[in-house]
């Protein structure tokens, strides 16, 4: 099971990745763009996610992904059960997404790891 602290590592592994604290939870951003958030109870991450994926992610894995109705409706970005995550190597993926999405096209593309 993954937790607050892999995510932690391997968010920080990526590119140019800072942590920073922010409305009281740590955010994991790239040229000062989030592309991950740990909840204040460290059971859950937010990440990026198109929204025209969000809602098949849901529908696929609801004990996996989710989103806080009336809070994170009209954001791109969906929340993940950590507890669910399959392995790190899943966790990995899912951030290594999500950072894609929130850093400079050049980088992004420069960074070849999968």
Known sequence: MADA?????????????????????PSFRVHG????WLAEDDASISVKCPMSDRDELIAAEPEKFFIRRGHDDNF???RVRLAAVEDL???????LDSWR?????????SYEDA
């Open 5 to 25: 602290d892999d995510v932690r590592r391997i968010a920080l592994c990526l590119p140019e990745a800072v942590e920073k604290l922010a409305w009281g939870m």
């Open 76 to 78: 791109a970005w969906v």
């Open 101 to 109: 999405q929130a850093a400079p096209r050049q980088l992004a593309a």
């Open 33 to 36: 763009k989030s592309f991950a």
């Open 89 to 95: 190597d899943e966790l990995r993926a899912i951030l």
